[in-house]
């Protein structure tokens, strides 16, 4: 390598160090670079902001106004000074904060995020940390190492983000942002490259690493995080375990999504999807919740094994008929209830059964979970009950609703079969002026009293609710069941998609020698809503509260949008199924199957063969693989360009040599002569002068100069075919 050569590339690769020590060797960048990571910095930080705190929320746009303030002043202020001189634009990081203000920053912010942690929980106090360390470190980077750990850090707070939202298409936005991270360290490395060879490099480099990425991904352990979100009630979503007259109706508004169901063999009817989440047979008079049936303990603490051997050891289960497999992959929803049909199973160690037959996750749902599940409708549930628990499903509170007490004691006189007495309620609402709305009229202390005799409007709790107490107030064993109605079947998917707005509420009653019964007394008053999900009326309805100045609904009620929904959220589904629900003891499973497949000898000898096959591939593509040379790129390009201008009764003689011919262009054709002339100069350079005297650098630049006039000649020749010059 010549002297002149290395000094070439230390100036290219090495641009930005100084001879000189002390304040002259800091990190130099261009106006571009800063604006670059200030915007990188942005986008990264976006990806978490819903999870963030909002004192820090305001300190990370004031951190990032301010920088931006200050570098648009330096840049605008080189540019004045002297616009037409290039290096002027490169500059050492101003220094916007004094170092004893950001070690006072460091240190206050670190103590606010402790005393904050409680409430933050672990996780969510080390993501605060992380981006607060990364708002900070955007005030300090003198040298190279310190914009490593700028970029390193926000390729952390991008990947973090991961943790909330996995869905297909957000996982790919976060993937570009990553590259676009990366792609700040290669212009550092290489700042002369053009940016479409530097998106080459970065992109050649990603799919050099996605084997490895899958191999980790198929066999790595995959470990249980050691932090948990906490229960907060402000992070909530869907169903809560207490629930008063009005609740759910809030819920049928919204269109987010609860959890989608794939089936294993047909799907059952509509009717038949009930989702039980939970069962409230605590009420006050005002609120239904979870009783407490051991002193001192709740219900996610008292659990039992959700596997079949269970169930089929447990004497308040009576398993007939067949099984009904399926799998549930559940949204965050950071409570610990699941959802599944009666009467529900499942062999995964991380999924418990309640005493009331409810299955729960052990932990908080914070994360995409992925559960598989076998339900047998025809169980009989408790069918012997004990006695605290008939106590607890008769407890009535006398002073909130007494008409409605006093009407349940008068149809116990009436009827002193159960059956019948039941009957005779579903009877009254399906045949008196009882309607089914999202809009009830709103009720003094949530009377049901006022309901059952005077509004008589209102939504799936109103009409259990009432259905329920009159139960007790008969001697019947009854409770409250929340949980999920019905769905949407995505025939692109083969799945069924439930929202937030399938949100319902039934009633369970105690019969001797039946068990729990469910009763829906909403299929009494609108008998559609249970059959095929909203009927037309409330569908109206909700047409109407979802109407607005920004509403979407006009364009969700088209047939082109419904089905590019549908292959939208398929795709998300799959990538959900496989990717996000490739869980531990999913990994666990295919790594034994792979490990006994591969213990036959059979199959040992196909693996070998096919390592074998690839190692030839690999070996056969780099011998016979040539590299081109720019040279011999020039040398293609100049040819290519030969053959159009021939296609334009333009041709070369063999006795012209490139100069010649140059010339004649120029003489016949002189709007051509530009972009051809440069062509033709820099092949004649090639031909006739040492071409080794130039830098491969340099080479890549003449190259894609001359791609570029190539692209012009070609343009030009094609209009000039229709007579436009």
């Given at each position: 390598?010549?002297?002149?050569?290395?000094q070439?590339?230390?100036?290219?690769?090495?641009?930005?160090?100084?001879?000189?020590?002390?304040?002259n060797?800091?990190?130099?960048?261009?106006?571009?670079?800063?604006?670059s990571?200030?915007?990188?910095?942005?986008?990264?930080?976006?990806?978490?902001?819903?999870?963030?705190?909002?004192?820090?929320?305001?300190?990370?746009?004031?951190?990032?106004?301010?920088?931006?303030?200050?570098?648009?002043?330096?840049?605008?202020?080189?540019?004045?000074?002297?616009?037409?001189?290039?290096?002027?634009?490169?500059?050492?990081?101003?220094?916007?904060l004094?170092?004893?203000l950001?070690?006072l920053?460091?240190?206050?912010?670190s103590?606010?995020?402790?005393?904050?942690?409680?409430?933050?929980?672990?996780?969510?106090?080390?993501?605060?940390?992380?981006?607060?360390?990364?708002?900070?470190?955007?005030?300090?980077?003198?040298s190279?190492?310190?914009?490593?750990?700028?970029?390193?850090?926000?390729?952390f707070?991008a990947?973090?983000?991961?943790?909330?939202?996995?869905s297909i298409?957000?996982?790919?936005?976060?993937?570009?942002?990553v590259?676009?991270?990366?792609?700040?360290?290669i212009?550092?490395?290489?700042?002369?490259m053009?940016?479409?060879?530097?998106?080459?490099?970065?992109?050649?480099?990603?799919?050099?690493?996605?084997?490895?990425?899958?191999?980790?991904?198929?066999?790595?352990?995959?470990?249980?995080?050691?932090?948990?979100?906490?229960?907060?009630?402000?992070?909530?979503v869907?169903?809560s375990?207490?629930?008063k007259?009005?609740?759910?109706?809030?819920?049928?508004?919204?269109?987010?999504?609860?959890?989608?169901?794939s089936?294993?063999?047909?799907?059952?009817?509509?009717?038949?999807?009930?989702?039980?989440a939970?069962?409230l047979?605590d009420?006050?008079?005002?609120?239904?919740?979870?009783?407490l049936?051991?002193k001192?303990?709740?219900n996610?603490?008292r659990?039992?094994?959700?596997?079949?051997?269970h169930?089929?050891?447990?004497?308040?289960?009576?398993?007939?008929?067949?099984?009904?497999?399926?799998?549930?992959?559940?949204?965050?929803?950071?409570q610990?209830?699941?959802?599944?049909?009666?009467?529900?199973?499942s062999?995964?160690g991380?999924?418990?059964?309640?005493?009331?037959?409810?299955?729960?996750?052990?932990?908080?749902?914070?994360?995409?979970?992925s559960y598989?599940?076998t339900?047998?409708?025809?169980?009989?549930?408790?069918?012997?009950?004990?006695?605290?628990?008939?106590?607890?499903n008769?407890?009535?509170?006398?002073?909130?609703?007494?008409?409605?007490?006093?009407?349940?004691?008068?149809l116990?006189?009436?009827?002193?079969?159960?059956?019948?007495?039941?009957?005779?309620?579903?009877?009254?609402?399906n045949?008196?002026?009882y309607?089914?709305?999202?809009?009830?009229?709103?009720?003094?202390?949530?009377?049901?009293?006022?309901?059952?005799?005077?509004?008589?409007?209102?939504?799936?709790?109103?009409?259990a609710s009432?259905f329920?107490y009159?139960?007790?107030?008969?001697g019947?064993?009854?409770?409250?069941?929340v949980?999920?109605?019905?769905?949407?079947?995505?025939?692109?998917?083969?799945?069924?998609s439930?929202?937030?707005?399938?949100?319902?509420?039934w009633?369970e009653?105690?019969?001797?020698?039946?068990?729990?019964?469910?009763?829906?007394?909403?299929?009494?008053?609108?008998?559609?809503?249970?059959?095929?999900?909203?009927?037309?009326?409330?569908?109206?309805?909700?047409?109407?509260?979802?109407?607005?100045?920004?509403?979407?609904?006009?364009?969700?009620a088209?047939w082109?949008?419904?089905?590019?929904?549908?292959?939208?959220?398929?795709?998300?589904?799959?990538?959900t199924?496989?990717?996000i629900?490739?869980?531990?003891?999913?990994?666990?499973?295919?790594?034994a199957?792979?490990?006994?497949?591969?213990?036959?000898g059979?199959?040992?000898?196909?693996?070998?063969?096919?390592?074998i096959?690839?190692?030839?591939?690999?070996?056969?593509?780099?011998s016979v693989?040539?590299?081109?040379?720019?040279?011999?790129?020039?040398?293609?390009?100049?040819?290519?360009?030969?053959a159009?201008?021939?296609k334009?009764?333009?041709?070369?003689?063999?006795?012209?040599?490139a100069?010649?011919?140059a010339?004649?262009?120029?003489?016949?054709?002189?709007?051509?002569?530009?972009?051809?002339?440069?062509i033709s100069?820099?092949f004649a350079?090639?031909?006739?002068q040492?071409?080794?005297?130039?830098?491969?650098?340099?080479?890549?630049?003449?190259?894609?100069?001359?791609?570029?006039?190539?692209?012009?000649?070609?343009?030009?020749?094609?209009?000039?075919?229709?007579?436009?010059?």
């Open positions: 390598m010549t002297k002149k050569s290395k070439s590339i230390e100036e290219n690769v090495l641009p930005r160090k100084s001879k000189k020590p002390s304040k060797n800091k990190l130099k960048l261009n106006g571009k670079m800063y604006f990571l200030l915007a990188f910095q942005l986008l990264n930080l976006l990806t978490l902001v819903l999870q963030f705190n909002l004192l820090y929320l305001l300190f990370a746009i004031f951190a990032l106004a301010l920088q931006f303030f200050v570098h648009f002043k330096l840049v605008r202020k080189s540019s004045l000074a002297s616009p037409t001189s290039q290096s002027i634009s490169f500059y050492a990081a101003p220094k916007i004094p170092s004893w950001i070690f920053l460091a240190i206050s912010g103590v606010g995020i402790a005393f904050a942690g409680q409430e933050l929980g672990l996780l969510l106090s080390m993501i605060h940390l992380l981006c607060f360390a990364y708002s900070l470190k955007m005030f300090e980077i003198p190279r190492k310190d914009l490593y750990q700028l970029v390193v850090l926000g390729i707070v990947t973090s983000s991961l943790i909330f939202i996995q298409y957000f996982s790919l936005a976060v993937i570009v942002l590259l676009g991270n990366f792609l700040i360290l212009n550092l490395f290489a700042p002369t053009a940016m479409s060879a530097q998106a080459k490099l970065l992109a050649k480099l990603s799919l050099y690493s996605v084997p490895l990425a899958v191999i980790l991904f198929v066999g790595f352990p995959k470990l249980s995080p050691f932090w948990q979100v906490p229960n907060v009630e402000s992070a909530k869907g169903l375990d207490n629930v007259i009005g609740d759910i109706a809030q819920l049928a508004l919204s269109d987010e999504l609860a959890f989608r169901v089936f294993q063999n047909s799907n059952p009817e509509h009717a038949q999807l009930y989702w039980r939970m069962v047979d009420f006050d008079g005002v609120t239904w919740r979870q009783g049936r051991e001192g303990q709740r996610n603490q659990y039992g094994s959700a596997t079949l051997e169930a089929n050891s447990s004497a308040s289960v009576q398993i007939t008929g067949e099984g009904l497999s399926y799998q549930v992959i559940a949204e965050p929803s950071f610990s209830w699941l959802f599944a049909l009666d009467f529900a199973t062999e995964q991380d999924i418990g059964q309640r005493n009331d037959f409810s299955l729960f996750y052990r932990g908080i749902i914070s994360q995409t979970l598989q599940v339900s047998y409708p025809k169980a009989k549930l408790a069918p012997i009950l004990a006695d605290e628990t008939r106590a607890l008769l407890l009535l509170s006398t002073e909130n609703n007494p008409r409605l007490l006093a009407k349940g004691r008068q116990r006189r009436q009827y002193s079969d159960n059956s019948q007495l039941i009957n005779r309620v579903l009877a009254e609402f045949q008196e002026n309607f089914y709305t999202l809009q009830p009229p709103r009720l003094n202390n949530n009377s049901l009293d006022q309901f059952y005799f005077d509004t008589r409007a209102g939504f799936c709790e109103h009409y009432t329920t009159l139960m007790r107030a008969a019947i064993p009854a409770r409250m069941v949980g999920y109605l019905g769905g949407e079947f995505n025939p692109s998917g083969n799945y069924l439930v929202y937030q707005r399938n949100a319902h509420a009633s009653v105690w019969l001797p020698d039946s068990g729990w019964q469910r009763v829906d007394p909403t299929a009494a008053v609108d008998p559609e809503r249970v059959e095929s999900g909203f009927s037309s009326n409330l569908m109206q309805e909700y047409d109407n509260l979802s109407s607005g100045l920004f509403s979407m609904q006009p364009l969700r088209m082109w949008y419904k089905q590019l929904k549908m292959q939208i959220d398929a795709i998300d589904y799959q990538w199924r496989w990717v629900g490739y869980t531990g003891q999913k990994q666990s499973r295919v790594m199957e792979l490990l006994a497949s591969l213990k036959q059979k199959n040992i000898v196909y693996f070998l063969l096919i390592l096959t690839i190692a030839l591939l690999v070996y056969v593509y780099k693989k040539v590299r081109v040379k720019p040279d011999d790129k020039i040398k293609a390009l100049y040819l290519k360009t030969l159009l201008m021939a334009h009764k333009l041709v070369k003689a063999r006795s012209m040599t100069e010649q011919f010339d004649i262009v120029a003489a016949t054709r002189p709007e051509l002569s530009a972009h051809f002339t440069t100069k820099c350079h090639l031909a006739y040492n071409f080794d005297d130039i830098s491969q650098q340099e080479r890549h630049i003449q190259l894609i100069k001359l791609q570029s006039s190539y692209r012009h000649l070609r343009w030009q020749l094609w209009l000039a075919k229709f007579g436009i010059r």
